[in-house]
């Protein structure tokens, strides 16, 4: 499927750009993978896909502490992007290409 692979994206958070690896892996309508940033890596599931849409949670330690991330995306070819709530401290978008 279109979705899965590797991903390099950045995200746009309230205190700056922050560069982020993806992996997504497909099984049906069932998405699962890998978020790492300079502060580790989280792995996932329970997320969702619709054609090239795409929805997950992962939890994330950031500056503020332990939050929960929700994303939500489409691909397009070897790009992808979308937004993301940053738990209660607001959200931002993110953008990428395949690796």
């Known amino acids: 499927m279109a979705v899965d692979g590797t991903w390099n994206i950045t995200l746009s958070t309230p205190m700056g750009d922050r560069p982020a690896q993806l992996t997504l892996k ?44 929700t994303f939500t995306g489409t691909v397009d070819g070897d790009t992808i992007g979308g937004t993301v709530q940053f738990g209660a401290f607001g959200s931002g978008t993110w953008k990428g290409t395949r690796a």
Request: without cysteine.
């Open 26 to 69: 497909t099984d049906g309508n069932a998405l699962s993978g890998t978020f790492g940033s300079e502060r580790g890596s989280q792995e996932f599931s329970g997320g969702t896909v619709d054609g090239n849409n795409v929805t997950w949670k992962t939890m994330f330690s950031g500056a503020m502490g332990p939050m929960e991330l």
